[in-house]
């Protein structure tokens, strides 16, 4: 069972430089996350989405874009990256919603931004 | 403001033995509450769910309890392994539809031989 999968594990970017992390769900949830890990912080929500076609700010969505085209798939895009976007990034899906719903995990997607 | 804080921050003990660690929180309105174990390098699993109603509720040798009076919870450990060794995440949810989870900063066990 592949269940959430993140694409890739590891990045270093310069900045300035773009990229797209891909997060891809095979257990036909309708919510999906992209959370950001640091040191000594808890997990903080960037964007989420409701359902194909639909996305929504978290907590700090400032630097990222999402989309959501296929209901399997949640693409989490840095237009511009700075090293305070250094961090791992972790994608989740939940069948019913965060508030009422268990959070299935990616393996997470460790980026550096020189 | 809603914040869930975790203690201790790291843990050490010996294989075999018992460990609890806590979680206290202030969101409001209440939903429910869920541990997370995160091993190295891996993603969050979720261990247990408890709600309001609920005292206690285990899940193997693992055993959670909320207080939602005093708003605590704590995860019990029973006869450690080695394999317990990762950080334990405490979040609680609150009522109202899309509010962001609130998530504690962990607790980082490590159980040695």
């Known amino acids: 069972n592949a269940g959430v999968t993140q694409t890739p594990k590891f990045r270093v970017l310069k900045t300035g430089q773009s990229m797209t992390l891909l997060c891809a769900q095979d257990m036909n949830h309708e919510y999906m996350y992209w959370y950001r890990q640091d040191p000594g912080m808890g997990l903080r929500l960037i964007h989420y989405s409701v359902g194909e076609g639909t996305t929504a700010k978290g907590e700090v969505p400032d630097g990222y874009n999402v989309s959501r085209l296929k209901k399997q798939n949640f693409l989490l895009g840095l237009e511009s990256a700075a090293p305070s976007q250094t961090s791992v990034y972790f994608c989740?899906?939940?069948?019913?919603?965060?508030?009422?719903?268990?959070?299935?995990f990616g393996e997470g997607s460790r980026l550096t931004v020189l | 403001k809603n914040q869930v804080e975790q203690s201790p921050q790291s843990l050490i003990i010996l294989e075999g033995k018992n460990c609890t660690l806590q979680?206290?929180?202030?969101?409001?309105?209440?939903?429910?509450l869920r541990w997370y174990k995160q091993d190295t390098g891996r993603g969050p699993v979720s261990l247990t769910i408890m709600t309001f109603s609920e005292n206690t509720k285990s899940n193997g040798r693992y055993t959670a309890t909320l207080d939602a009076d005093t708003k605590q919870s704590s995860l019990h450990i029973t006869a450690s392994q080695l394999s317990d060794s990762a950080s334990y995440i405490c979040?609680?949810?609150?009522?109202?539809?899309?509010?962001?989870?609130?998530f504690g900063k962990g607790t980082r066990l490590s159980v040695i031989a």
């Open positions: 979680c206290n929180y202030t969101v409001s309105p209440f939903s429910n």
């Open positions: 979040v609680v949810s609150a009522e109202k539809g899309n509010t962001p989870l609130v």
């Open positions: 989740a899906s939940s069948p019913t919603g965060q508030n009422t719903g268990e959070l299935f």
